[in-house]
Structure formats: structure tokens, C-alpha cells
């Protein structure tokens, strides 16, 4: 299937990436971007115009280091814009009105969790505090699949259906688990860098609608070119392919009260 043509042209599609991590690791796959200046020569060449960036050291546990060294990195580069990674308050890393009024200040949208490796539980006697306040000021959750089981991931949808959580790096077997959820829970979205399953694309907009997927890059150790070609060359609509690129993502930011 070709990209749609307007007018005798290939379109253009303007991408936005949702789901990209910066800064050095310990463990780096080979040839995987390492700097700023590196990640962006991967966005020209993909036809990607922005993104949306947590930081290695924040992932990998030193979570308040992580979103410090995150907003120096960023300062004054136009096309990344600050994810940061939470834990809920009873860890004792931050009180949550705090972390809000952090992000408020800052300019921050979105967060990341990272339930399994950083060893918490999204259940409300645990997360209930940040996820309520999450939920009440409609602000985005990305969590990675490997992260959270599949019912752990449905009573975190049910239980904060105000509170957008966008599901990454799923793989390509992950449609019979993510389909019941996205039929039962309007906030729930699948970012589509690794959604790679045959017509996965199409099917799920066929299903469920183009506004419940959100195009990611996956870097800096996926491909982002690939990412870029599932949207580019799914069997949808021109339309559809904007929505997933970038109209969908811009929404959520535009809706996030912060």
C-alpha cells in the first residue's frame, strides 16, 4: 500500500515523537543515538519535527536526578519538550502536590512510570495519591508494556478514566490483550513504534477509531525510520495518519490542566 496522494503528491505527514529517552546508558545498543545532535540527525532524516523525552537516569532509578538533569539538557531546544518520571508518594521521593506544582512551573505535560523496575504498585493503596491527582488534572501517563501486567493496566485504566495512559513498545503480540481494554476503557491509547502485527495498524483504527493510537519513535534504541513507516504506509486514511502522527498527542497536551 502507497502513502495517499493529494493533487498528484505524496503528503507530507508531520510526526511528533511520544516516546523517546535521552542521555547515557549503561548498557547502549550499538549504533543506538547517544547525544542530542545525534538524535536529531535521526529525526530529519524520519521527517520528525518534535518530541517528547524522559531521561535515562530518571529511568533507571534516580528519579529526582533524572528530571533535574532532563531540564538542563533540554533548556532552550525547541523540539523536545520534558516528560518526567513519578513514583508515588509513599517512596518518599517527592509529595505529589509538589511534584504538580513542579510541573506547572516548569512546563511539564507528561509523566512516566516505571512500576516494575522502580518496584511500586499502581494498586490505590499504593499509587492512589498520584494517580488521583493525575486523573483529576487529566495529565498523560506513558508506562511501558514489559512495566505492568495487562489487569493491572485495565483497574488502572477503569479506576482513573479522566487520566490519559498511553501503553509503549507493546511488540507484535500484544492485540488480543490490548483490544478488550481499549473496547472497555476510552483512556487508554497504544503508542505505535513496536505495534507491528499484521495490519495492526488499520485494524485498530477500524475498531476502535485513529484518536486511540500515538505515534512513537522508540529511540533511542528502536528504529525510528520503521516507526515512522508503519503510519506512513498503513492502509488508512490521510486523515488518520495525521491523527496518529501528531493531532492526537497535541490533544492530550492541549487537554493536560498543567
Known amino acids: 500500500m502507497k502513502p495517499v496522494k493529494e493533487e498528484g503528491k505524496i ?18 545498543r550499538e549504533c543506538s543515538v547517544k547525544t542530542i545532535d545525534e ?16 531521561h535515562s537516569i530518571a529511568a533507571a532509578d534516580d528519579i529526582l ?3 533535574s538533569v532532563l531540564m538542563k539538557e533540554i533548556k532552550g531546544v525547541d523540539r523536545l519538550l520534558p516528560q518526567w518520571v513519578a513514583v508515588p508518594s509513599y517512596t518518599g521521593v517527592f509529595a505529589v502536590d509538589k511534584l504538580i506544582a513542579a510541573m506547572k512551573k516548569n512546563g511539564v505535560k507528561t509523566i512516566r512510570i516505571y512500576p516494575r523496575s522502580h518496584n ?12 488521583q491527582q493525575l486523573n483529576k488534572l487529566k495529565i498523560p501517563v506513558f508506562i511501558r508494556c514489559t512495566e505492568i501486567a495487562w489487569e493491572q493496566l485495565f483497574e488502572l485504566c477503569n479506576t482513573y478514566p479522566c487520566m490519559p495512559i498511553v501503553i509503549c513498545d507493546t511488540g507484535y503480540s500484544a492485540q488480543r490483550q490490548i483490544f478488550p481494554i481499549l473496547d472497555k476503557c476510552r483512556n487508554l491509547y497504544v503508542e505505535t513504534s513496536t505495534y ?15 484518536e486511540r493510537l500515538i505515534f512513537g519513535s522508540g529511540l533511542p534504541d528502536g528504529s525510528a525510520c520503521g516507526a515512522a513507516t508503519l503510519i506512513r504506509y498503513a492502509d488508512i486514511t490521510e486523515k488518520q495518519k495525521q491523527m496518529i502522527a501528531r493531532e492526537n498527542i497535541l490533544r492530550l497536551l492541549e487537554e493536560a490542566d498543567v
Do not use: Q, W
Open 120 to 131: 511500586f504498585s499502581v494498586a490505590p493503596y499504593s499509587g492512589g495519591e498520584l494517580f
Open 196 to 210: 507491528v502485527m499484521h495490519d495492526g495498524i488499520a485494524e485498530t483504527v477500524n475498531s476502535f477509531g485513529a
Open 65 to 67: 536526578e533524572g528530571n
Open 39 to 54: 538524535l536529531f540527525d535521526v529525526y530529519d532524516r524520519c521527517g520528525i519535527e518534535s518530541g517528547i523525552v524522559h
Open 11 to 28: 503528503s507530507v505527514i508531520k510526526l511528533i515523537d511520544s516516546n523517546c529517552m535521552i542521555g547515557t546508558r549503561a548498557y547502549a
